[in-house]
C-alpha cells in the first residue's frame, strides 16, 4: 500500500493498544480532487487531502490514498483540499480558498469504498485582478519595466506559452538584470484572519526572485523578499501565502516584483551567460 501520512489521528495509532479483540478497518479509497474551474485539475496542483469521518480528522494524506478508518455503517466524510504552502514539502496545508467535499457514504469492515472528490474556488473569494486579466490573453495584467536598463524588457509570447500567452522576461550578458513590476494592488486586507495568497504557474532556466513592494501614498516603496525560484524545465504552479509580507509592510498599495539576474559565482563572475522566465495565471486571492 503506497501511503503517506502527514498526521494521523491519536485513536487510530492507539487502537491497537487496547486490551480488546482487534477492530477490522474499513478503507477509503480516497482520489485526486477534479475542480471546477478554469483550466480544471490541470491547471491546480491539489496534491493533498485532509479527510475527516465523523468529524474526526484521520489526517493529511498524498493523494490518492487508502485509508484504514475503523468505523462501519452510515458515515459523514469530509475531504478538504491541501496543497504545499509556499511550494515546500515540509508545508501542507488546508488551500483555505477552495471548498470542501462532503457525502454520507457506508463503510463495511474489510471492504473498501471509493471517494472522488471535488472541488471549486468559494463565491467567497476576491480576485484583485480578474482572473480573465491574470492569464495575459485577450487583456492581461499592467506590467513595467523597473530596473535601470533601458533595453531590457518583458514580452507576451504564444512561444513556449503555458496556454495562450505568456509573459517571458530575459537576460543576457549585455542585460544582466530584468526587474518586471505588477501594476497595483489595492485594499488588500492586513490581518491574519484573513490571509492573502497568490497562484502562479511558472518555467524557468534561471533562478530568479519575487519581491512584494509596498507604498503609502505617493512615498518611496519599500521592498520584501518573498522567495527564491529555482530553475524548472516544465511549468510549475505554487501557492505562496503573502500574509506575512503583506503584514510586515503594513502600506496602502502594493506591487509584485519579479526580479531576475544572471547567476554568479562567490568571485563575482557570471556563470549563465542567458536564461528566460516565463509566467502565467497570477492570481491573487483574498476573502
Request: net charge negative.
Amino acid at each position: 500500500m503506497n501511503l503517506r501520512i502527514f498526521w494521523l489521528a491519536p485513536f487510530l495509532a492507539l487502537a491497537a493498544c487496547k486490551d480488546e479483540a482487534e477492530q477490522i478497518p474499513a478503507y477509503l479509497r480516497v482520489e485526486p480532487f477534479t475542480v471546477n474551474a478554469t483550466g480544471g485539475a490541470g491547471w491546480q496542483k491539489i496534491t493533498d487531502g485532509w479527510v475527516y469521518v465523523d468529524n474526526q480528522l484521520l489526517g493529511g494524506f498524498t493523494l490518492p490514498a487508502t485509508i484504514p478508518v475503523l468505523a462501519e455503517g452510515q458515515n459523514k466524510v469530509l475531504v478538504f483540499p491541501g496543497v504545499k504552502e509556499n511550494g515546500l514539502q515540509s508545508t501542507p496545508s488546508v488551500y483555505p480558498f477552495m471548498e470542501r467535499y462532503e457525502l454520507e457514504t457506508t463503510l463495511t469492515p474489510a471492504q473498501t469504498t471509493t471517494v472522488q472528490p471535488a472541488t471549486q474556488y468559494a463565491a467567497t473569494v476576491i480576485f484583485p485582478w480578474a482572473v480573465e486579466r491574470s492569464a495575459f490573453n485577450s487583456t492581461s495584467i499592467l506590467l513595467e519595466d523597473r530596473d535601470t536598463d533601458t533595453a531590457s524588457t518583458f514580452e507576451l509570447t504564444t512561444d513556449g506559452a503555458f496556454e495562450g500567452r505568456s509573459v517571458k522576461i530575459s537576460v543576457d550578458t549585455a542585460h544582466a538584470v530584468n526587474d518586471v513590476a505588477t501594476e497595483q494592488l489595492l485594499d488588500l486586507p492586513l490581518t491574519n484572519a484573513q490571509p492573502v495568497w497568490l497562484e502562479m504557474h511558472y518555467k524557468n532556466d534561471i533562478p530568479f526572485e519575487l519581491w512584494l513592494l509596498g507604498a503609502e501614498g505617493n512615498s518611496n516603496e519599500l521592498s520584501a523578499a518573498v522567495y527564491r525560484f529555482v530553475p524548472s524545465e516544465n511549468w510549475n504552479k505554487i501557492y505562496l501565502n503573502l500574509t506575512q509580507f503583506l503584514l510586515a509592510l503594513d502600506q496602502e498599495k502594493y506591487r509584485l516584483l519579479f526580479r531576475v539576474n544572471l547567476p554568479r559565482d562567490d568571485k563575482g563572475n557570471i556563470t549563465q551567460n542567458a536564461g528566460a522566465v516565463f509566467l502565467d495565471n497570477l492570481r491573487v486571492l483574498h476573502f
